[in-house]
């Protein structure tokens, strides 16, 4: 367990995502707001940094891009997909890019029945990475309801 826990962590929490993802996506959606970034690799004007706490902050009737820290010790990825839920029903729509952890509780009971999910094709290789991620992506799409 030990080799597949170290395959799928990093200790980099702030990986860009690359602009061939981000883009198309972008287009379609008009983002507003990027709810997990710093201002070395935010996609959007406007964002929420670390030391603001997205977890914490009022996401409003923004549209949100969320590349959320996958590995933070200190929150959940399944906060962050609670979070986004939340925010939606408060009027946002939330697009997040996270891997697709299809065996989890709150990917059956929050995304698949709540939200539009999209799987992404390859490994993307996000900024300054060497190499495409070792697991599947997807994008889950919270709107308001």
Partial sequence: MAALSSKFGSAKQDWETPSELFD????????????????????????????QDGMAADWGKNTVWLNPPYGDRQRKLSDW????????????????????????????????????????????????????????LCLVIFRPQ
């Fill in 24 to 51: 198309p996506i972008n287009y379609e959606f008009q983002f507003t707001l990027d709810a997990a970034a710093s201002p070395s690799n935010a996609k959007v004007k406007n964002f929420i940094t670390a030391e």
């Fill in 81 to 136: 997909v609670k979070k986004s839920a939340q925010a939606a029903r408060a009027g946002a729509t939330v697009v997040m890019l996270i891997p697709a952890r299809t065996n989890t509780n709150w990917f059956h009971d929050i995304c698949l029945k709540h939200a539009e999910v999209r799987f992404v094709r390859g490994r993307p290789k996000f900024v300054g990475a060497d190499e495409g991620l070792p697991q599947p």
